[in-house]
């Protein structure tokens, strides 16, 4: 039995950051499940919505990051790394098929930047909380 719960160090992982995209994903569908209902049901200013989205995306890559660096249990900058790219990457493709709007590079480089920060961030977190 013990032999089953050992982990192989070293080796990059694509199935932790599969599952890790895919708890990042149904964070941020929650999460956005939930703000919405928060702006239906309160008098929360609409100029706060940037700022929720943005953190509403931070913690979604930081947690699927983190999920994916607990699986691999090694590499987490990597499988944090992987998990950002994938989430920005389907968030931005959901988006551009979702709301066909001009792309602005200025706030795609933002996003990306924020999901990079939170990717390596969630990934070093979530090897070091393997013990």
Excluded at 44 to 50: F, G, I, V
Excluded at 113 to 121: C, E, F, K, Q, Y
């Amino acid at each position: 039995m013990a032999v089953l719960n050992q982990k192989t160090g070293g080796s990059f992982s694509l199935w932790a950051v599969v599952w890790g995209t895919f708890t990042g994903l149904v964070i941020s569908l929650l999460g956005s499940v939930i703000i919405g209902a928060g702006y239906y049901f309160t008098g929360l200013s609409e100029s706060t919505m940037p700022w929720l989205a943005a953190g509403l995306l931070f913690i979604s890559v930081l947690t699927g990051a983190w999920t994916a660096a607990c699986r691999a249990g090694s590499m987490g900058l990597l499988h944090g790394l992987g998990v950002a790219v994938l989430l920005f990457l389907l968030s931005w493709l959901f988006t551009a098929t979702v709301i066909p709007a001009p792309v602005v590079p200025v706030s795609m480089a933002q996003k990306l930047v924020l999901t990079l920060v939170a990717g390596a961030l969630g990934g070093v977190l979530g090897v070091g909380s393997n013990g």
